[in-house]
């Protein structure tokens, strides 16, 4: 593959989850009924599968889902927090998705349904340890706090999944689309089939 078609992928790969991780911004704007509505799901999955160059995944998704925080928590708070009490564990999950979005070899029925509910689970199971997140104490460091702890956030779990329905298949979707219509965006396996 030549460096000409390489850089080209990688720009519209980075270009794309830029984009996404701006509409972040959207569910600050509108609280309430688009709280957690967000792409950050979509975007882990959607660098893990399109980038040929594996780590360029975890880079490109950890940076744009890093810097996306450090200016939502500045909007929710005047004040530039860096690192955070979960900053740390959302860089787990986020590792955890984009690593499962390397072992899609094919978009198809079944990778999809991994694509819609890998991120949500991983999100849920692990941000609402209550060891990890105690909600300000308002959940115990117990199995009966993590079960009290899931239920409460299922309706914003709901929320990530329809964000991630809907932002992944754009994500998806126009790349597929792209794909088709320019070789440059294909990689050397892809123009040999």
Same mark, same amino acid.
């Given at each position: 593959?030549?460096?000409?078609?390489?850089?080209?992928?990688?720009?519209?790969?980075?270009?794309?989850?830029?984009?996404?991780?701006?509409?972040?911004?959207?569910?600050?704007?509108?609280?309430?009924?688009?709280?957690?509505?967000?792409?950050?799901?979509?975007?882990?999955?959607?660098?893990?599968?399109?980038?040929?160059?594996?780590?360029?995944?975890?880079?490109?998704?950890?940076?744009?889902?890093?810097?996306?925080?450090?200016?939502?928590?500045?909007?929710?708070?005047?004040?530039?927090?860096?690192?955070?009490?979960?900053?740390?564990?959302?860089?787990?999950?986020?590792?955890?998705?984009?690593?499962?979005?390397?072992?899609?070899?094919?978009?198809?029925?079944?990778?999809?349904?991994? @694509?819609?509910?890998? !991120?949500?689970?991983?999100?849920? $199971?692990?941000? *609402? +340890?209550?060891?990890?997140?105690?909600?300000? %104490?308002?959940?115990?460091?117990?199995?009966?706090?993590?079960?009290?702890?899931? @239920?409460?956030?299922? !309706?914003?779990?709901?929320?990530? $999944?329809?964000? *991630? +329905?809907?932002?992944?298949?754009?994500?998806? %979707?126009?790349?597929?689309?792209?794909?088709?219509?320019?070789?440059?965006?294909?990689?050397?396996?892809?123009?040999?089939?």
């Amino acid at each position: 593959m030549s460096l000409q078609k390489i850089n080209a992928r990688n720009i519209v790969l980075i270009l794309m989850i830029i984009a996404a991780t701006a509409m972040r911004l959207v569910s600050f704007k509108y609280p309430g009924v688009l709280s957690n509505f967000t792409p950050v799901g979509a975007i882990a999955l959607f660098g893990g599968v399109y980038f040929a160059d594996k780590w360029k995944s975890y880079v490109v998704v950890l940076i744009s889902l890093f810097v996306s925080d450090v200016i939502i928590n500045h909007l929710y708070t005047s004040q530039w927090i860096l690192w955070s009490n979960d900053t740390f564990w959302n860089c787990v999950c986020f590792s955890i998705m984009v690593f499962i979005g390397t072992q899609v070899n094919k978009i198809n029925f079944g990778s999809g349904l991994i @694509i819609l509910f890998a !991120p949500v689970l991983t999100h849920w $199971l692990i941000m *609402d +340890l209550p060891w990890i997140n105690d909600a300000g %104490g308002l959940y115990p460091k117990t199995l009966s706090g993590y079960i009290a702890a899931l @239920i409460a956030a299922i !309706p914003f779990e709901k929320n990530m $999944l329809l964000g *991630d +329905l809907v932002f992944g298949a754009i994500l998806f %979707g126009a790349f597929e689309l792209a794909k088709s219509k320019y070789t440059v965006l294909r990689t050397s396996h892809e123009l040999a089939l």
